[in-house]
């Protein structure tokens, strides 16, 4: 609640910067500034012909398959480079540094390779956010108090045992912290797929906005983009997060 | 016989002697022995040797005859720090082991409350571990340990991070317990007081030399008791023994 009250502020102190700035003193020209009565305005015209949803949509598609295939190349090699001391001495400082590289820096290459597809932003979304997930997968897993272990093998375990029963629900708490963060680096990198190809989608429509010299529109798109991020990080990662770290006392 | 402990060594690469020298040990079957020593003089090492958790650097450990090679169930270990998973509630915690072997349900929910029972917490089985207090923790490790049905349970100082009442009631009701079950239990304190009310045998160790200072063999019939004169006597006879070894 508190918070609605101060992205209220927050919007009529926008507005009454763009009355005084552009309206009254007229510093600058009006489609170099947005404004939130353009943006609100924009939002009706854009949801009443359907151009934001489908865009919305499209872009949460994408977004949530590469996601998926993200998690899955993720979780596969973070297991590989925890379980191999050749791969983690070797491979994984590898994939650090390839994770510190920028998504968009993906897309050349990535439409040297699939052309101006779809396939093209998913490779993008694909690798901005698998290593990520593969390094907290690794960390994750260290991170388990060694005790957990002991206690299993003492206790019989197989390899296979430790995996189902102790190392995955041991590692979960971290696991879904990895997972929201991957979350974010793919929701990301699908921005930076989308601006530079055609297909339809949220970052389509940001530029588009900028071709049409529309500022309001740009705005507008950014906004949607921040408060889909939000919506899935608060709806569903917290959500988990916290069930599981009250389940354990932890919250 | 059951665990034979022959010529084992135990030299850590980056201490300059050895943890654990020559040491020779026999534990009996349904035999009761507790290890004691002032930190450091390699007891927690010798533990996680029998359990498999280390690898001797000379010396063989056999269980039944056979040479023990890496962890098992048939040698549960009992941690100070109780080792309950937190993700699962008590009774899913005293399940674990016969989960893992695969036990039937019903039997696994038999089992388990039998054991809950014996140490007191029917009415906390559906509790999150980390709704009890850290007694309730030992006595749900405790009740874990017995349901495995070890050949020898290890127990590396279970009571020594309680407080002194709580840790006094345990041992108490461990006496109890090992007199209506008779395991064979390899039991790590530093307390001597300790070793003398739960033992039939209690070795000292030799934080020095690293080898076994002393084996006594405590013949006060149990329930024994810590105010009565010949345990004070034998408490005190084996504290000086420890002390003096240490000095």
Do not use: M
């Given at each position: 609640m508190g918070m609605l009250i101060f992205l209220v502020i927050l919007i009529l102190a926008w507005q009454g910067f763009y009355w005084v700035g552009?309206?009254?003193?007229?510093?600058?020209?009006?489609?170099?500034v947005p404004e939130p009565a353009g943006v609100a305005k924009r939002f009706v015209e854009l949801c009443s012909d359907g151009t934001l949803f489908e865009a919305t949509f499209n872009s949460l598609m994408r977004g949530v398959a590469g996601y998926v295939i993200a998690v899955i190349i993720g979780i596969a090699t973070g297991l590989l480079i925890n379980h191999f001391k050749y791969l983690q001495k070797n491979l994984k400082p590898v994939v650090l540094g390839i994770q510190t590289?920028?998504?968009?820096?993906?897309v050349p290459f990535s439409i040297l390779w699939f052309g101006l597809s779809t396939n093209a932003i998913l490779f993008v979304v694909i690798m901005g956010s698998a290593f990520s997930i593969s390094i907290s997968v690794d960390n994750a897993i260290k991170n388990i108090q060694p005790i957990y272990a002991k206690a299993a093998l003492t206790m019989g375990a197989s390899r296979k045992q430790m995996y189902l029963n102790v190392i995955f629900p041991a590692s979960l708490p971290e696991l879904i912290s990895g997972l929201k963060q991957g979350w974010s680096f793919a929701w990301r990198a699908l921005m930076a797929g989308e601006v530079m190809?055609?297909?339809?989608g949220l970052g389509q429509t940001l530029i588009m906005g900028r071709d049409l010299a529309d500022i309001n529109q740009v705005m507008l798109v950014m906004v949607v983009i921040v408060a889909v991020g939000i919506i899935i990080d608060k709806c569903i990662f917290s959500v988990i997060e916290k069930r599981i770290l009250k389940k354990r006392g932890l919250a | 016989m059951s665990l034979v402990i022959k010529g084992l060594n135990k030299h850590f690469e980056?201490?300059?002697?050895?943890?654990?020298?020559e040491i020779d040990l026999e534990i009996e079957s349904g035999e009761f022995v507790c290890i004691v020593g002032a930190?450091?003089?390699?007891k927690s090492t010798l533990l996680n040797l029998v359990a498999g958790l280390e690898k001797p650097t000379g010396g063989k450990i056999l269980l039944d005859g056979e040479e023990v090679n890496g962890p098992g169930a048939d040698r549960t270990v009992m941690f100070q720090e109780h080792g309950?998973?937190?993700?699962?509630n008590v009774i899913e915690n005293v399940k674990f082991g016969m989960k893992l072997a695969g036990v039937p349900k019903e039997e696994q929910e038999k089992v388990a409350m039998h054991y809950l029972e014996m140490v007191h917490l029917q009415d906390y089985?559906?509790?999150?571990?980390?709704?009890?207090s850290g007694g309730m923790r030992q006595r749900t490790a405790l009740a874990r340990a017995l349901t495995m049905n070890s050949k020898v349970l290890l127990m590396d100082e279970?009571?020594?991070?309680?407080?002194k009442q709580t840790s006094n009631r345990l041992r108490e009701e461990l006496q109890r317990i090992w007199m209506e079950t008779k395991k064979t239990i390899l039991f790590i304190t530093h307390s001597v007081e300790e070793a003398v009310y739960l033992g039939d045998r209690v070795v000292a160790l030799s934080p020095d030399t690293g080898r076994i200072a002393s084996i006594i063999t405590i013949?006060?019939?149990?329930?024994?008791?810590?105010?009565s004169p010949e345990f004070v006597e034998l408490r005190h006879e084996i504290m000086e023994q420890v002390r003096g070894e240490a000095v």
């Open positions: 552009v309206d009254l003193l007229e510093l600058w020209k009006p489609y170099a590289l920028p998504s968009v820096c993906w190809t055609t297909s339809i | 980056n201490s300059e002697k050895a943890t654990l020298n930190s450091g003089c390699g309950l998973f937190p993700w699962l089985k559906d509790y999150p571990i980390h709704q009890i279970p009571f020594s991070a309680l407080d013949d006060i019939p149990r329930p024994r008791h810590v105010y």
